[in-house]
């Protein structure tokens, strides 16, 4: 058990709607990231938050989004779905010290139909 | 961040040790190696990071050649739970994301 929690596990949703993702990170931790993992492109970064405000953001599509609230926990909210959003999403977090090692949630698997 | 090269699979039997190699020749002289491994389709799993010296925890040893462009992690007794895919990350220390490549399969066998 890593620390990191993720809501819901599962998620079927039809092509158009809007879905939200949770991760409650580990205890102190303050950066949270997410990435996506479908079955073409792998594990890709999406984007980081630290402490509430965005840090960096990777290969994520606008009509994706992600915020932090002040109790640290993250939402990813995927809009506008199509088929190709179906894919793993992971939360991770890490500690506010080098090297910065990061922690996995178990994941949503959203599948869009 | 550097590239790594790691072959795409591999076999060992249970209870051997399991060398698993990485290549990473572009490395910087502040960017660590860190292992993570994925077992089917969990959250990847940290395992364990080097910056120069080997290391060694309750989960495996990592071993980094002295002009650290590549790293061999070591699982010394292999369980059949230890298959996964394997990915060697090589990441600054001020460079928050990770990039994974694709890793290593580890196929455990009785």
């Known amino acids: 058990d890593s620390g990191v929690t993720q809501t819901p596990k599962h998620l079927i949703t039809a092509t158009g709607q809007r879905v939200t993702l949770r991760c409650s990170p580990r205890s102190g931790d303050l950066s949270v990231y997410w990435y996506q993992q479908s079955l073409d492109q792998g594990l890709q970064f999406l984007i980081q938050?630290?402490?509430?405000?965005?840090?960096a953001k990777g290969n994520i599509l606008e009509r994706f989004s992600a915020q932090q609230f002040p109790d640290l926990h993250s939402e990813l909210n995927l809009s506008s779905l199509e088929l190709g959003d179906s894919a793993l999403y992971f939360c991770?977090?890490?500690?506010?010290?080098?090297?910065?090692?990061?922690?996995f949630g178990p994941g949503t698997r959203l599948t869009v139909t | 961040d550097a590239k790594t090269t790691q072959p795409t699979s591999m076999d060992c039997a249970e209870g051997r040790a399991a060398n698993l190699p990485c290549n990473h020749s572009?490395?910087?002289?502040?960017?660590?190696v860190y292992w993570y491994r994925q077992i089917h389709s969990q959250g990847p799993q940290y395992i364990i990071h080097?910056?120069?010296n080997n290391e060694t925890n309750e989960m495996a040893s990592l071993i980094i050649t002295e002009d650290r462009k590549s790293s061999t992690l070591i699982l010394p007794h292999a369980t059949l739970r230890d298959t996964a895919v394997y990915y060697c990350?090589?990441?600054?220390?001020?460079?928050?994301?990770?990039?994974f490549g694709t890793g290593t399969r580890l196929q455990v066998f009785p």
């Open positions: 938050y630290y402490n509430g405000e965005e840090r």
């Open positions: 080097g910056l120069k």
């Open positions: 990350i090589v990441r600054g220390r001020n460079t928050d994301k990770l990039i």
């Open positions: 572009t490395i910087s002289g502040n960017e660590y």
């Open positions: 991770a977090s890490s500690a506010d010290t080098p090297p910065y090692e990061q922690y």
